[in-house]
C-alpha cells in the first residue's frame, strides 16, 4: 500500500500582515490617548491596553516569517500552529465536522457561498503544549476542545484540500452538516 502523503498549508502572509499593521495603529492610538491623560486612570489603561495590542501585534508580525506550514494533515494526526506546535494523534480526535459556508438575505438563507468550514475535536486537548501570543487568544477561543478551521482563516487552505487531507487520513466518519433551513 503507498503511504499517504501529508497535506500542508501555508499562512496568509498578506492578510496576517494587514491584521499586525492595524493592531499596531490601534496600540499607538491608545498609548497617545494615555499620553493625553498621564495622571488619570483614563490614561493609565489607555497605555496598559495600548502595550498589550502591541504585544498581540508583535506576536503575529513575528509569526509571518515562520517557516513553517501553519496546517500539516498527515498520516500521523493534524498539526494546526494557532493551537500548538505538536502533531495531535488521530486517536485523540473524536470527531470531525465540515460545513458549507452560506449566504444569509432577508428570506434567510439563500444558497452556499462555495467556502468551507471543518472542525475537530479533541478528547484531551490540555495534554498539548500551548503557544504564547496571539496563538494563545486562538486556542482560548476554543469550544470544548473543538479547533475550527476554515478557508477564511489565516492558511492558504481550501475546502476541497481541506476535505481531501481529512478523508485521506481520518479514519472516522466526518459528520457533514448541511445548509440552516436545507431539508
Request: glycine share 12%; with cysteine.
Amino acid at each position: 500500500m503507498p503511504e499517504l502523503t501529508a497535506y500542508t498549508f501555508n499562512r496568509r502572509r498578506g492578510v496576517q500582515g494587514c491584521m499586525g499593521a492595524v493592531m499596531v495603529s490601534l496600540s499607538f492610538a491608545f498609548i497617545a490617548i494615555g499620553a493625553l491623560f498621564p495622571v488619570r486612570a483614563v490614561g493609565v489603561f489607555a497605555v496598559l491596553f495600548g502595550l498589550v495590542i502591541a504585544w498581540f501585534a508583535l506576536s503575529l508580525l513575528l509569526d509571518i516569517f515562520t517557516p513553517n506550514p501553519i496546517l500539516t494533515i498527515s498520516a500521523q494526526g493534524v498539526c494546526f500552529l494557532p493551537f500548538s506546535p505538536a502533531v495531535v494523534p488521530w486517536s485523540e480526535i473524536t470527531a470531525v465536522t465540515m460545513a458549507q459556508g452560506y449566504y444569509y438575505g432577508t428570506q434567510g438563507v439563500t444558497g452556499g457561498d462555495g467556502k468551507f468550514g471543518f472542525t475537530y475535536a479533541i478528547r484531551d486537548p490540555e495534554r498539548f503544549p500551548k503557544r504564547g501570543g496571539i496563538s494563545g487568544i486562538a486556542r482560548a477561543t476554543m469550544t470544548q476542545g473543538s479547533v475550527r478551521l476554515n478557508t477564511l482563516t489565516l492558511s492558504d487552505a481550501r475546502g476541497q484540500d481541506l476535505e481531501a487531507a481529512f478523508r485521506a487520513h481520518y479514519p472516522g466518519k466526518i459528520v457533514e452538516r448541511p445548509l440552516p433551513g436545507a431539508t
